[in-house]
C-alpha cells in the first residue's frame, strides 16, 4: 500500500520554533491528525500548510511530503488582539466573545462541518450577522459561510437592554385562530426568537402544512416584520396564515 509523510511544525509569529518538529506516516487517503498541544505563555493561533494538497481535511498523499505549520500568539501578542477586536466591536449591537476556556474554536460551515484552516483566537470580540438553528446546535454567521458554534462563543450585546426593549415595546398578546395559508403540497418554515438581541432565526426542521389550523397567543414585530406565536410552540410570520 502507498503510504504519505507529514511534518508538522510549531512555531510563534517570529517563526521562532516553539516544539521540536514532529513526523508522521501513514497509508494514502488517512486523515493527517493535527493535535494542537498547549505551550505555556503562548496561545494557539492558526494552522498554515506550507506544502500539501488543497483540502478541507488533510489526508495523507502517496509519495508525499506535506507540511503544516502551527503558529501560536504570545500572551501579550493575545491581549494585543483581544483588546483590538473589542474596540472594534465596542458599538456593535451583534456581537460574541469567543470563550477564553477554548483553545481552539473552529469556523464551520451551514451544515456545521468545520473549515479545516480557521479557527478564532480565544477572547477575540467578533460581529454576528445572523442565526441558524440545527436540531440542538445554534450557529452565528460571520460572514458568508462562515459560522460558529453558540457553545464556542459568550454574546457581548453592548445594547442589549435596547434590544428587549425592541421585543418588549411590539409584543402583544393575543389570542386567535390561524389557517397556514400556501399552495398545497407545500410547507412553512417556524422561526424562533432571541428576545435579548431581539433577532429571529429560522428553525429549518420545524415546519407546518398547508391548511394546518394553529393557535396563537402572541404577536410581536421586528425589523417591519409581524410574527405570530403559536401556542406552546414557535413563531410564525403573519404573512403566511390567515384568521379564521
Not at 435596547?162 to 407545500?186: E, H
Request: charge should be positive; glycine fraction near 4%.
Amino acid at each position: 500500500m502507498s503510504t504519505g509523510r507529514a511534518q508538522i511544525k510549531y512555531s510563534d509569529m517570529q517563526l521562532k520554533e516553539l516544539l521540536p518538529m514532529r513526523e508522521l506516516q501513514g497509508p494514502a487517503g488517512q486523515k493527517i491528525s493535527l493535535e494542537v498541544p498547549k505551550i505555556n505563555n503562548y496561545v494557539y493561533f492558526m494552522t498554515t500548510a506550507l506544502q500539501t494538497v488543497a483540502q478541507q481535511q488533510p489526508v495523507f498523499q502517496a509519495e508525499t511530503l506535506q507540511v503544516f505549520e502551527l503558529r501560536y500568539l504570545s500572551i501579550a501578542e493575545s491581549e494585543r488582539m483581544i483588546a483590538a477586536s473589542k474596540q472594534v466591536t465596542q458599538n456593535s449591537r451583534r456581537c460574541f466573545q469567543v470563550r477564553l476556556d477554548k483553545m481552539i474554536v473552529p469556523v464551520v460551515n451551514q451544515d456545521n462541518q468545520p473549515w479545516f484552516y480557521r479557527t478564532l483566537v480565544a477572547g477575540t470580540y467578533h460581529v454576528y450577522q445572523g442565526i441558524r438553528q440545527l436540531r440542538d446546535t445554534k450557529l452565528y454567521r460571520l460572514g458568508g459561510n462562515q459560522w460558529v458554534r453558540a457553545s464556542d462563543v459568550a454574546l457581548i450585546n453592548h445594547s442589549w437592554q435596547a434590544d428587549q426593549s425592541i421585543f418588549a415595546k411590539t409584543l402583544q398578546k393575543i389570542n386567535q385562530k390561524v389557517c397556514v395559508q400556501v399552495p398545497q403540497g407545500l410547507a412553512v418554515t417556524l422561526w424562533d426568537i432571541d428576545k435579548q438581541t431581539a433577532t429571529a432565526y429560522q428553525l429549518p426542521q420545524q415546519r407546518v402544512l398547508a391548511g394546518e389550523i394553529l393557535d396563537i397567543d402572541q404577536q410581536v414585530q421586528l425589523n417591519g416584520e409581524l410574527f405570530n406565536h403559536i401556542v406552546n410552540g414557535h413563531w410564525i410570520k403573519q404573512r403566511r396564515v390567515v384568521q379564521l
